[in-house]
């Protein structure tokens, strides 16, 4: 498969990289600094664009088969934690315009079904992930 990886410099997203590499997929990691990636290898590409804008994430997803992002942001009790969901809206309208249709992506918001749990997702979760 050909799959983007969104974070390719995290901690998961450098797993996630030379697992991908070792099972045989073409990976283009999509990183805001190249020079972190350590990883070479004949199906890797590495190409700098911007998470938080569309515009600039189409073409590196363009002819993908898969989206998956390893993106993190730092919690901070200051102030709201935006990146996900900006980060998220600008990867949804790239993929729609390069029209690439499967995404998995790491958050740290738990959404495991599970009645009278403190974490349970409500129905608004739900509805929002089943229609990305
Ligand atoms: N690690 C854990 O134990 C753990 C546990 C539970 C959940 N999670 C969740 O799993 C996900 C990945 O975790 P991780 O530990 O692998 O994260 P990480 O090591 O902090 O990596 C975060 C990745 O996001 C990228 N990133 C952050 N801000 C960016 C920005 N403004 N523009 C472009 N790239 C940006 C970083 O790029 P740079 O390298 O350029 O900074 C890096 O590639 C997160 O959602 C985290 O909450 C992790």
Redo the contacts with the bound molecule.
């Keep these: 498969m050909k799959i983007a990886v969104l974070?390719?410099?995290?901690?998961?997203?450098q797993q996630l990289v030379q697992q991908a590499l070792q099972q045989g997929h073409c990976v283009t990691a999509v990183?805001?600094?190249p020079a972190?990636l350590t990883v070479h290898h004949d199906n890797l590409k590495v190409v700098e664009a911007n998470?938080f804008s569309a515009d600039s994430l189409k073409e590196p997803l363009t002819g993908q088969d898969v989206v998956m992002s390893?993106?993190?942001?730092p919690t901070s009790f200051m102030s709201a934690v935006t990146?996900y969901t900006l980060s998220m809206h600008a990867t949804v309208r790239a993929m729609r315009d390069a029209k690439v249709s499967r995404l998995i992506t790491?958050?740290?918001w738990y959404t495991e079904r599970k009645p009278h749990s403190y974490y349970t997702h409500d129905q608004g979760t739900e509805h929002i992930l089943t229609h990305l």
């Design positions: 974070g390719a410099t995290g901690q998961t997203g990183v805001r600094n972190k998470i390893c993106l993190g942001f990146g790491m958050t740290s």
